[in-house]
């Protein structure tokens, strides 16, 4: 009987509520949004506890900033699932547009997701 030493399976790589939120704010930008900034901090009030997220999306081109375009009508509303996670707030805050030399966008905008 021969036995071999091999390693163990690798556990899965669980993602936590920040990288979920990313990908699905990315997914909501309809792909082809690059992400320039992701900040994340802590936030409580008497009652609940969380984090406060913002990103900064950037969209080239033509039909890229018709996606963020989508995205800033979309994002107010849109039902994001984060497992043990509530998305309480989902805001636009800010958009720089430029036209030249080829259309460009930029996006920042803030999430609240409350601890269930």
């Known amino acids: 009987m021969h036995f071999t030493n091999s390693p163990p399976p ?4 669980r993602r936590s ?3 979920k939120l990313r990908e699905q704010v990315l997914a909501l930008a309809d792909g082809p949004a690059a992400l320039l900034a992701h900040e994340e901090k802590a936030w ?3 009652t609940f506890a969380g984090t406060r997220h913002r990103l900064e999306l950037a969209f080239e081109g033509d039909e890229a ?7 800033i009508a979309f994002l107010p509303e849109h039902e ?3 497992p043990r996670q509530l998305v309480a707030d ?3 805050v800010a958009v720089d547009h430029r036209l ?9 905008c803030e999430l609240l997701l409350l601890d269930e």
């Open 44 to 46: 409580a009030s008497a």
């Open 80 to 82: 994001f699932a984060v």
């Open 100 to 108: 030249a030399p080829e259309p460009r966008m930029t996006v920042s």
């Open 17 to 19: 509520p920040a990288v």
């Open 90 to 92: 989902a805001a636009v």
């Open 65 to 71: 900033v018709q996606a963020g375009e989508s995205f």
């Open 10 to 13: 690798p556990r899965p790589v």
